[in-house]
């Protein structure tokens, strides 16, 4: 079955203890991506990557770290977590270099609370 | 001016009902355009792609008016399904999507 899977799925932890958010496709997907979903500011782009070892900034990359040594991974670091960091976190792959064209499938989501 | 804005509703309707959602966008370079939806605290899905004016898929219309930079979704006889927050989705202008913030529906017995 294709899909991206997501873990953990749920997260509560403490400020200041780094953890990764792992995201996995198996559909060979090129393109690959982090959105944070907080209520009123819709999804917002953390960090997305065209290919492996190539990764780049989103609209909110602040306090995240990714990288892209796989085609199939893109895993998400936060290295020092902050309470505004508290936020539902999807991974998106898509099928071309082009992600504007064509349909994005979306991870089931991570919520992490940060306290 | 937003990069998208979209009435965050919610629309209360009842089932079979008639319901249009809009959207306008403010990049002008955009040249391909989705509706995602989103059931509460799940993953967005893909709804339908738009393509040239418009196009229709079952009882899923989406109009394109790239004159006036609006996007629309009509949904016809409404389902309890139905009930879920709508994201309008244009193409931004270097390869990644826009996400607006969703219209809220819920279709009621």
């Known amino acids: 079955e294709a899909q991206v899977t997501q873990n953990p799925r749920y997260l509560i932890t403490v400020t200041g203890k780094k953890l990764t958010v792992t995201c996995s496709q198996n559909?060979?997907?090129?393109?690959m991506s982090w959105y944070r979903q907080d209520p009123g500011l819709g999804l917002r782009q953390i960090y997305y990557?065209?290919?492996?070892?190539?990764?780049d900034k989103g609209d909110v990359p602040e306090g995240y770290k990714v990288s892209r040594k796989e085609k199939r991974n893109f895993p998400l670091i936060l290295e020092s977590p902050s309470p505004n960091q508290t936020s539902l976190y999807f991974c998106?792959?898509?099928?071309?270099?082009?992600?504007?064209?064509?349909?994005?499938?979306f991870g089931p989501g991570t919520r992490l609370t940060v306290l | 001016r937003k990069e998208v804005e979209q009435d965050p509703g919610p629309f209360n309707v009842p089932e079979g009902a008639t319901v249009a959602f809009n959207c306008t966008y403010s990049?002008?370079?955009?040249?391909?355009f989705f509706w995602y939806r989103q059931d509460c605290r799940k993953e967005p899905k893909l709804l339908m792609s738009v393509y040239s004016s418009g196009n229709e898929d079952g009882r899923f219309t989406a109009q394109l008016n790239r004159a006036s930079q609006y996007i629309s979704l009509l949904i016809r006889d409404s389902k309890l399904s139905d009930s879920a927050t709508y994201l309008c989705?244009?193409?931004?202008?270097?390869?990644?999507?826009?996400f607006g913030k969703g219209t809220k529906l819920s279709v009621k017995p």
């Open positions: 990557s065209m290919n492996v070892e190539v990764t």
């Open positions: 989705v244009p193409g931004g202008s270097q390869g990644n999507l826009i």
């Open positions: 998106a792959s898509s099928t071309i270099l082009a992600p504007s064209t064509d349909t994005q499938y």
């Open positions: 559909m060979n997907h090129e393109y």
């Open positions: 990049n002008s370079a955009s040249q391909s």
